[in-house]
């Protein structure tokens, strides 16, 4: 007999659904808790787990009792529901896990660096400035899939009367992790000649990471 375990992993404080975690589901057990089974949630922070019979039941285990640890991409524990086992589960169980913060503060963050150069953006024109971004996990396994809504850029610093940017495009490298960024100064603005410094943040479910590039326009 199939059971299945479903469910939503959400931010405690907003209830924002949290993707890119790791839910495992546990049969409590005397002496060794059983594995039922692992999955990562998705963009939303929903989960499904489907597991047998077999996987947990022995000779006076009829029904599983059932809780979930949360763990971050890189195994990170981040929250466990062991304090309230589901005793006695019936076939198909739902939770909503609300994580707290001290939970969110532990999810795995990015590792992002960047390098900024003007090799057709100058003072007085609207070519794009060109921002080339390394995103990797915290163990170095490069981030894919990612698009503009994943990035912000904010000069922090500008040339003298200079304005804010917008992203406009965003392309993926050869290389997995790497990705080139566009910008171009807000409405009808131009480069200003100076220094600018870019606040550079990376934000893909709760994997954050942030950065600075800089770049002298002339």
Same mark, same amino acid.
């Given at each position: 007999?199939? !059971?299945?375990? *479903?469910?939503?992993?959400?931010?405690?404080?907003?209830?924002?659904?949290?993707?890119?975690?790791?839910?495992?589901?546990?049969?409590?057990?005397? &002496?060794?808790?059983?594995?039922?089974?692992?999955?990562?949630?998705?963009?939303?922070?929903? !989960?499904?787990?489907?597991?047998?019979?077999?996987? &947990?039941?022995?000779? &006076?285990?009829?029904?599983?009792?059932?809780?979930? @640890?949360?763990?971050?991409?890189?195994?990170?524990?981040?929250?466990?529901?062991?304090?309230?086992?589901? !005793?006695?589960?019936?076939?198909?169980?739902?939770?909503?896990?609300?994580? $707290?913060?001290?939970?969110?503060?532990?999810?795995?963050?990015?590792?992002? *660096?960047?390098?900024?150069?003007?090799?057709?953006?100058?003072?007085?024109?609207?070519?794009?400035?060109?921002?080339?971004?390394?995103?990797?996990?915290?163990?170095?396994?490069?981030?894919?899939?990612?698009?503009?809504?994943? !990035?912000?850029? +904010?000069?922090?610093?500008?040339? $003298?009367?200079?304005?804010?940017?917008?992203?406009?495009?965003?392309?993926?490298?050869?290389?997995?992790? &790497?990705?080139?960024?566009?910008?171009?100064?807000?409405?009808?603005? *131009?480069? @200003?000649?100076?220094?600018?410094?870019?606040?550079?943040?990376?934000? @893909?479910?709760?994997?954050?990471?942030? *950065?600075?590039?800089?770049?002298?326009? +002339?």
């Amino acid at each position: 007999m199939l !059971f299945k375990i *479903t469910g939503q992993v959400v931010e405690e404080k907003s209830g924002q659904g949290l993707a890119g975690l790791i839910v495992k589901a546990y049969d409590k057990d005397l &002496f060794y808790d059983d594995l039922l089974g692992y999955v990562d949630t998705d963009q939303d922070g929903n !989960f499904q787990i489907t597991y047998e019979g077999r996987d &947990f039941q022995e000779l &006076f285990d009829r029904k599983p009792d059932i809780y979930l @640890k949360i763990k971050s991409s890189d195994w990170q524990d981040i929250y466990s529901t062991e304090k309230n086992v589901r !005793f006695e589960a019936g076939q198909v169980e739902s939770f909503r896990v609300e994580i $707290p913060e001290e939970g969110v503060n532990k999810m795995a963050r990015l590792i992002v *660096t960047a390098f900024s150069e003007d090799t057709i953006a100058a003072p007085g024109n609207r070519q794009p400035n060109y921002i080339i971004v390394s995103v990797t996990d915290i163990n170095g396994v490069p981030v894919t899939g990612l698009g503009i809504s994943d !990035f912000k850029v +904010d000069p922090m610093i500008v040339g $003298p009367g200079g304005a804010l940017v917008n992203i406009i495009d965003v392309r993926a490298g050869r290389l997995p992790g &790497f990705y080139h960024i566009n910008v171009l100064p807000i409405k009808k603005e *131009t480069w @200003k000649q100076g220094v600018y410094i870019f606040a550079v943040a990376v934000e @893909k479910g709760v994997h954050k990471g942030q *950065t600075l590039a800089t770049v002298l326009m +002339d």
